[in-house]
């Protein structure tokens, strides 16, 4: 498999320009589904297997494609009742099948991976988080209770490969679709953009603080596009009250995130796209303990930091640059959702993207 660019610290770095990702669609009506799953991955890749990959890689084409797929497969009908009975569906052919087909896949690339990361391993020089685990392995291998495993090392990096890419994808995609739909706010965002970067520097992360607004939008677009509505499984380690109700230990638990996001206590307009939900009366940010997409506590996501940035540079960027343009009349836009279960899945759509 062909590969790029060694892993940079940053992810400014390792973001591609957006000339670079959307130099063969310009002013051209396009489905930015793959094109961002590209760059966000790459991102990961860095990160998880040490480079990037070249964007016309067809094993990684392939692989964004089974990424996508498993995302939206997730969230389907099928799936949600195939969730709640496993123990009899398990025995039955049928579409809540077809995700253990693709997640199987997945697994095989990764393993493949692995296997490639041990042939050429050197302890003194780890180049990815294969490696790091790798040589953890060997640190505790005579230790029974180790949870650094073959097993939990496929598992581990599909989860961080998997849950790099599609969250900030999808993320993206929405981001899209909301600021065609709402061109006011897309105006508001060049405006911010030309006068604290203007469109002659690389935008990076120290920019943030002194763009209230655009910090409100990216914001408002996690809120609204309510992407983990019901977060992902938890398990309770022990016996634990909660509100009068004890909850035996082992039990699953599911934070229903939704209710939290669209809580009119705690948002100006819960039920509408409005980056005014996170700016005070003098338009600077304010932040909300109801934004919960990360989750809360000890168990919220790990990689919360690394997708604040992401979001923040990629939407940066490709705003400084370009104007996104809809094919069809702002109001005729639909944001509904293509399907919704574990996660929300933002519908296909086509755009243009005019230089500014």
């Known amino acids: 498999m062909s590969s790029k660019h060694v892993a940079s610290s940053t992810c400014s770095e390792v973001t591609p320009h957006p000339f670079s990702l959307f130099s063969c669609t310009l ?3 396009f489905d930015p589904t793959y094109f961002l799953s590209r760059a966000v991955s790459n991102i990961i890749c860095s990160i998880v297997f040490g480079n990037r990959f070249d964007y016309e890689d067809k094993d990684f084409q392939a692989l964004m494609e089974m990424l996508n797929n498993s995302f939206r497969e997730m969230s389907t009908a099928w799936a949600q009742f195939y969730d709640i009975y496993a123990s009899f569906l398990k025995y039955f052919p049928g579409p809540h099948t077809k995700i253990y087909d693709i997640l199987e896949d997945m697994r095989c690339f990764i393993s493949k991976r692995i296997k490639k990361n041990k042939e050429t391993l050197d302890p003194n020089f780890p180049r990815d988080f294969i490696d790091s685990f790798l040589i953890q392995m060997e640190k505790e291998k005579d230790k029974p209770s180790s949870e650094f495993n073959d097993k939990n090392l496929e598992l581990t990096t599909l989860a961080l ?7 900030i994808s999808s ?10 739909k709402y061109p006011e706010v897309q105006a508001k965002v060049h405006e911010e953009i030309d006068q604290v970067i203007g469109r002659n520097r690389v935008p990076n992360i120290e920019d943030r603080s002194q763009m209230p607004y655009m910090d409100a939008v990216i914001h408002e677009i996690q809120r609204f596009s309510d992407l983990l509505p019901m977060d992902l499984i938890h398990m ?7 509100r009068g109700y004890i909850i035996p230990k082992g039990t699953e638990i599911y934070p229903v995130l939704s209710s939290v996001l669209h809580d009119p206590t705690m948002f100006k307009r819960p039920f509408a796209f409005s980056p005014e939900n996170f700016l005070d009366e003098n338009g600077r940010f304010k932040k909300n303990d109801a934004f919960v997409p990360f989750s809360a506590g000890k168990r919220l996501c790990l990689g919360e930091a690394l997708a604040r940035m992401e979001l923040f540079i990629l939407f940066t960027t490709i705003l400084q640059s370009f104007q996104l343009k809809s094919l069809i009349p702002p109001e005729d836009i639909d944001t509904t959702p293509m399907e919704s279960g574990l996660a929300t899945i933002p519908p296909f759509y086509q755009l243009s993207i005019i230089p500014r």
């Not at 993320?171 to 065609?180: A, D, E, K, N, V």
């Open 161 to 167: 490969f998997f849950a790099g890419t599609e969250t």
């Open 171 to 180: 993320t993206l995609r929405y981001g899209f679709l909301f600021l065609m």
């Open 27 to 29: 002013e051209k009506p």
């Open 236 to 242: 309770v380690i022990c016996d634990t009250e909660f």
